[in-house]
């Protein structure tokens, strides 16, 4: 017959055994644990690495996106004289990146007699575009070059990537439309009997 003492040294046996496994299930949790840290540890690095990568990538893209915003540039400023004497104006002044510091800048800002025309430029063109120009940015020119406040001021905006109900949009709304030709010159989109709306 099992005695009391028999009882009392088995439950501590148990218990003893039980203490004894909490133990090796407590050391492989925290083996799993370190394991864990050192597997965050390589995460965190590689996600460092990928972050920086994609730093470099933005930079890269955006360094990307101002050579083509200048390329689009220098392609209508150099070119406008010429696109616009098929259509009987002459220019006798065209600058670009007309700025006033800190209030606004306009990319080409040509000059004939009695008009100034102002020129937006971007890579691709889209309607939201054509209406920020227009109720935005056009609007303020002759508010922060009062030198051109006598002058009728007509607007343009030209860019590499034209689609047709776009141009015709634009064209609409009284814009001079540029775009670059097949050859990678430049061209006019407006249709001959275009009439340039009066901006002011």
């Known amino acids: 017959m099992e005695t009391r003492l028999d009882r009392i040294e088995k439950a501590i046996e148990d218990l003893l055994l039980g203490i004894s496994e ?3 299930s407590q050391m492989r949790t925290d083996a799993q ?3 864990l840290k050192e597997s965050q540890k390589k995460t965190d690095a ?5 972050d920086a990568k994609l730093d470099r990538i933005g930079r890269q893209l955006a360094d990307l996106g101002l050579v083509q915003g200048e390329v689009a ?6 070119n406008l004289p010429a696109l616009f004497r098929k259509r009987k104006v002459k ?13 606004g800048e306009y990319d080409i800002v040509a000059v004939d007699g009695g008009r100034v025309l102002v020129v937006e430029v971007k890579n691709k063109l889209n309607k939201r575009m054509v209406d920020q120009f227009i109720e935005k940015r056009l609007p303020r020119f002759k508010e922060l070059f009062p030198e051109y406040s006598r002058l009728r001021l007509e607007g343009g905006i030209g860019a590499l ?3 047709d ?5 634009a ?3 009284g814009l001079y439309v540029l775009t670059q030709t097949d050859e990678g010159g430049a061209t006019l989109l407006n249709r001959d009997d275009f009439k340039p709306r009066a901006f002011s």
């Open 161 to 163: 990537v034209v689609r």
């Open 33 to 35: 644990i370190m394991e």
């Open 73 to 78: 540039e220098e392609l209508f400023y150099r």
């Open 171 to 173: 064209e609409k709304a």
């Open 46 to 50: 590689q996600m460092r690495r990928t």
């Open 165 to 169: 109900d776009v141009g015709r949009y």
């Open 91 to 103: 220019f006798r002044e065209v600058r670009r990146n007309v700025k006033k510091k800190g209030a």
């Open 22 to 24: 909490l133990k090796e």
